[in-house]
């Protein structure tokens, strides 16, 4: 996918709070799974499936600003850090943009598949104090989304 991993995120994501820190601003954290990739990776082959993440890391990647960072957090999982927010009202708008990206069908040849995204958003400082609670928090709020019938997005 050509993304960080998730140590490279880790270090980014303690670099921005200790930057939100200083300047008071939010910043919101995304965990993102995607809804159905197993039974695609199971009835298409691992290569369609990798070529699957790629083709969604570049669509998360075009819904966010060059400042912010979208990383893989492993499997079918991504993580996205909206940095420098001034107002968290815009989380909803690129939480919605991925989700409608996500959802366009995928063609590869003669395979077209569908496929969704589960978010779970958590903002600093609001949600956790630190970085490993502000994951913990977006992945549980994933779950909810998950729970409430997939391709949406909920706060922690």
């Not at 140590?7 to 995607?34: M, N, T, V, W, Y």
């Not at 009202?89 to 991925?98: G, Q, R, Y």
Request: charged fraction near 30%.
């Amino acid at each position: 996918t050509n993304l960080p991993n998730r140590r490279l995120f880790f270090d980014r994501l303690q670099q921005e709070i200790k930057k939100c820190h200083r300047s008071g601003e939010p910043l919101a954290l995304f965990f993102i799974d995607l809804d159905r990739f197993k039974e695609v990776n199971d009835e298409y082959g691992h290569d369609v499936g990798d070529w699957l993440l790629v083709e969604a890391a570049r669509r998360i990647g075009s819904c966010i600003r060059s400042t912010d960072i979208v990383a893989r957090q492993g499997g079918d999982e991504f993580i996205v850090l909206l940095t420098s927010l001034t107002e968290t009202s815009k989380v909803d708008i690129v939480a919605e943009s991925i989700t409608d990206l996500i959802a366009q069908p995928y063609r590869l040849g003669d395979i077209a598949v569908s496929i969704s995204a589960s978010i779970g958003i958590a903002i600093y400082p609001h949600d956790a104090a630190d970085e490993r609670a502000l994951i913990k928090k977006a992945d549980q709020a994933m779950y909810v989304a998950k729970r409430e019938g997939r391709n949406r997005f909920s706060y922690a």
